[in-house]
């Protein structure tokens, strides 16, 4: 069993509260994307795996009422149970789920797998699939073609220093060299968060995991250069409504 990340177990910890309210949702297509893509409908059996706060979750189910949340971190399973408490939810590492072999149609991870993207893991999901079980992995990512955007990104970059990120594309490795998954499609979707730029820019930057894990008093200063960043660009302050812009990755990969 590999322990969770430092920056994901502290961070994540630490600002679980602010997570489930400061990140953003998916776009609507993701539903039919669900149905049409994973082949999902009302009788199937999905697990959405490193859950969190549960993020995820009101797009499941409107596909489907058979949903079980893994995640390991106590302080998320909390606010998912707050937010969703019809879910099950199970404390559990990616590699040791507690379910029968071949008795899930779908494993989701939403903007998670990066966190665990292991041969162990992909043993796991393996053996929990039916034979022709799915795996879909999301992230909803920046879109950093945006002038401000990508100034804010270029802060973050050099404090991310080990934590395992999706666009680092480290993850992909882990498909290289093995023979339980094939990648069917990758769909690209964009959407906005409207809010405040404190909300959708400082505030969720953040809930980041390598930030919450930081100091308040780093915290602070990191705030206040968030801000000050959107200010120089679009002469937006902290209390004036802004878009900020996604782009949503979601792969298909089928149990071979």
């Not at 997570?19 to 539903?31: A, G, L, M, S, W």
């Not at 920046?142 to 404090?159: F, N, S, T, Y």
């Not at 990191?222 to 200010?231: A, G, H």
């Not at 878009?243 to 990969?253: D, K, Q, R, W």
């Amino acid at each position: 069993m590999k322990p969770i990340h430092h920056a994901a177990q502290q961070g994540f910890s630490q600002a679980a509260e602010l997570y489930q309210q400061v990140r953003p949702d998916y776009p609507n297509e993701i539903v039919n994307w669900l149905k049409q893509e994973l082949q999902l409908d009302q009788s199937s059996c999905v697990v959405d795996l490193g859950a969190g706060t549960g993020k995820f979750i009101p797009y499941l189910e409107q596909v489907t009422s058979d949903i079980i949340a893994v995640e390991p971190v106590q302080a998320m399973r909390e606010q998912l149970s707050l937010a969703h408490p019809e879910i099950k939810t199970l404390d559990a590492y990616s590699t040791e789920i507690p379910l029968s072999p071949q008795s899930v149609d779908a494993v989701l991870c939403a903007q998670s797998f990066h966190w665990f993207a292991n041969i162990e893991t992909l043993n796991e999901i393996y053996q929990l699939l039916k034979t022709k079980g799915h795996l879909g992995l999301i992230w909803n990512q920046r879109d950093i073609e945006v002038d401000w955007v990508k100034a804010l990104a270029d802060i973050l970059q050099p404090l991310e220093q080990d934590t395992p990120r999706y666009h680092s594309g480290d993850w992909k490795k882990v498909f290289e060299h093995q023979f339980l998954f094939r990648l069917e499609s990758v769909k690209v979707y964009s959407q906005v968060q409207k809010g405040t730029v404190e909300q959708v820019v400082s505030q969720r930057l953040l809930s980041t995991s390598f930030i919450a894990a930081m100091t308040e008093k780093q915290q602070l200063e990191l705030k206040q250069q968030f801000e000050q960043v959107v200010y120089e660009f679009t002469g937006k302050q902290p209390q004036h409504e802004i878009e900020f812009p996604y782009i949503t990755y979601a792969y298909h990969f089928k149990k071979i």
